[in-house]
């Protein structure tokens, strides 16, 4: 006998408000993961007139507000299968990368199960860097010229005999550490030791690529095959502090509504990129079947790829699906079943995210902090690393919240989010105060 989970009624987890079930279609669904991300996917999900019950796994202390959380790994593939099966789960969605490369959406299919995802093979596009430059390079995707090495000292010598700054990529999976953009010599042998001698992310290849220099941006996209809808585009903030200083983390904010993206530059990137590398994919047999994540830069040369992704982007999903005004069930189920949807529509508004994480991130840091004040806190709050101790949230990871406001515009939308920021109680918390400084300047 297998867990048995029997979920509240829909309407003691829907934002406190009671929902009727008799136009309820009653569908069950299994979101895989445990942070921000699926939050905002649970959150969209609680907001389907479809969906009557929402499993996550493993999840965390706010999406179990709004879903019933699972002891389970978001990479134990056959408890997740077992349970799915069992509890006969309508459909799943899977939220990190580890899990699609751990191969959960073949095995899902193969038992019979719905899964919005891409197969193992697929994931190639985000898990191997020199598969997704050989693809853009193919079929004619504008991105930084390369190369790739396994060998340590024909990486460095190489390297040496270019201009500075340098590129490094880990060619696999590396928790979003695997890029080091060496400013000299000395950083760059350091990067190239670590990845290709010690192997600090596993035994692998490095790509070397030109520096490109310009705004970046993200684009997601629902793919099926070679049918490719967007979503509104975004932008992270990737440094620790404010100014864009300080370490690399994964991501400190987010917000929608760029306006240094014209309508030109958004259909070059959705034609010449997302759309040709759907098709690419088709044409190389491993058809995409979820989300492609777009990291784009807008160089003086024109939009070109830095790197793509095979799942939601973490924290720009947090921002970019509340405007969602379509029923997401059914996209994911039309996505997950080959079946086409009818395109999703947005909100003109705009949103604006503020990631507050634990003092010391992204180096050492200290779990249990009590947060309060989170009940008086007048935005959408997505949970990133946060768990109950004795009844109380605390803190339980590196990026622990994101609080989310939308507005008509981003003055609007970051005036507010500040202001609901100063609500939440905890003094082991920290957050940039400058996210979407590139809107104002």
């Not at 979920?7 to 008799?22: A, D, F, M, N, T």
């Not at 899977?94 to 899902?108: H, S, W, Y």
């Not at 990529?169 to 979003?176: C, E």
């Amino acid at each position: 006998m297998g867990l048995v989970y029997p979920l509240p009624s829909r309407h003691e987890r829907v934002h406190g408000k009671e929902i009727q079930l008799e136009n309820c279609l009653g569908k069950t669904v299994l979101v895989v993961g445990g942070g921000g991300r699926e939050h905002a996917i649970v959150d969209a999900l609680s907001r389907s007139p479809q969906v009557e019950q929402i499993y996550c796994a493993p999840g965390n202390a706010g999406i179990g507000e709004q879903a019933f959380n699972l002891p389970l790994k978001d990479t134990d593939v056959e408890g997740l299968k077992a349970f799915a099966l069992e509890h006969q789960v309508d459909l799943t969605v899977v939220g990190p990368e580890a899990a699609l490369a751990a191969g959960i959406v073949d095995a899902f299919r193969a038992a019979g199960l719905r899964i919005f995802g891409h197969t193992k093979a697929a994931t190639a596009i985000e898990s191997s860097k020199e598969f997704a430059k050989k693809l853009m390079s193919k079929y004619d995707i504008p991105t930084a010229a390369y190369r790739s090495f396994s060998d340590y000292e024909e990486a460095l010598a190489y390297v040496s005999g270019r201009p500075f700054p340098a590129v490094l990529k880990y060619d696999g999976l590396a928790a979003g550490k695997g890029v080091v953009i060496a400013q000299d010599l000395d950083e760059a042998r350091r990067a190239l030791s670590d990845m290709l001698l010690d192997h600090s992310f596993g035994a692998g290849k490095v790509v070397v690529e030109d520096y490109l220099s310009g705004p970046e941006f993200s684009f997601l996209c629902f793919v099926d095959g070679d049918r490719v809808y967007p979503m509104p585009l975004s932008q992270d903030h990737k440094r620790a502090f404010d100014g864009d200083t300080g370490p690399n983390t994964g991501g400190m904010g987010a917000y929608t509504g760029l306006p240094f993206i014209t309508p030109e530059d958004r259909a070059f990137a959705f034609r010449e990129i997302m759309c040709k590398a759907a098709q690419g994919m088709v044409s190389e047999g491993l058809p995409l079947s979820g989300v492609l994540y777009g990291g784009l830069m807008k160089t003086a040369q024109g939009i070109k790829v830095i790197e793509f992704n095979a799942r939601f982007g973490d924290p720009e999903t947090e921002v970019v699906l509340p405007l969602l005004e379509s029923d997401i069930f059914d996209i994911f189920d039309g996505v997950a079943s080959g079946r086409p949807v009818a395109e999703p529509v947005w909100s003109d508004d705009v949103t604006l995210g503020v990631v507050l994480a634990s003092k010391g991130y992204p180096g050492h840091y200290e779990k249990g902090a009590v947060i309060g004040g989170l009940d008086q806190v007048d935005a959408q709050v997505c949970h990133m690393g946060t768990a109950l101790k004795d009844g109380l949230t605390v803190t339980g990871g590196g990026r622990v919240l994101m609080v989310v406001c939308r507005g008509k515009d981003l003055a609007q939308a970051r005036e507010k989010v500040y202001k609901e920021i100063g609500k939440i109680q905890c003094d082991n918390l920290f957050y940039r105060k400058d996210i979407a400084h590139q809107a104002f300047e």
